[in-house]
């Protein structure tokens, strides 16, 4: 068994374990924005591959799917199911919440990417694409998530930790400086290939 098949074993694990565990706070309401996000997740990744945007070499079912049939049916709405669960009640808050979703699946998005044999970008395809959807997705999806889970159901971050001095002042701050360094140099690095 190879790396790349253990880290995506991995994460399939961990990801599923995610899902149950919110899933059993409110199982009709998460169990739903679940199978929704799922379902969505899985047409759309469908069609951005039919179309030829990306591939993925890997895959645990190579000859029934051209996806990673399982890694989108549990990441995916794993990060879903956190942002309805944790995010803050405010827009002003969730904006630099949901930055941080989007930041960290990025970046593991561009290590697979480069180290793994997980996802190959294609043509009309690129960092740039994955970045725009993350965040249309992620945003439509806090959306359709307020309206099917109720707020005694959500555990919004206290917005204190976020303000200056805090520890999540730091830690969203840490995440973004840091993120938006390593983009700046796989820009670089592959505008200078190129």
């Not at 549990?74 to 669960?85: Q, S």
């Not at 993120?179 to 820009?187: P, R």
Request: charge should be positive; proline fraction near 5%.
């Amino acid at each position: 068994m190879n790396i790349d098949k253990v880290i995506l074993l991995i994460g399939i694990a961990v990801s599923t374990l995610g899902c149950v565990w919110i899933i059993s706070k409110d199982w009709r309401r998460y169990g739903l924005l679940f199978l929704i996000s799922s379902a969505i997740g899985e047409t759309l990744c469908y069609i951005f591959v039919k179309i030829g945007f990306y591939s993925f070499p890997l895959r645990l079912l190579p000859n029934l799917s051209p996806m990673p049939f399982f890694v989108i049916l549990t990441m995916i709405p794993l990060y879903v199911l956190l942002g309805v669960r944790y995010s803050p009640v405010k827009w002003q808050w969730k904006i630099p919440f949901y930055w941080v979703f989007v930041h960290v699946g990025m970046m593991l998005e561009v290590l697979a990417l480069n180290f793994t044999s997980l996802i190959r970008y294609n043509r009309l395809w690129d960092a740039w694409d994955s970045y725009t959807w993350w965040w249309i997705y992620l945003l439509i999806f806090e959306y359709i998530g307020g309206i099917i889970v109720p707020s005694a159901s959500r555990r919004p971050i206290n917005t204190i930790h976020l303000r200056y001095g805090r520890l999540g002042w730091f830690l969203l701050h840490f995440v973004l400086i840091a993120t938006v360094f390593l983009g700046g140099f796989y820009v670089g690095r592959v505008t200078s290939i190129k």
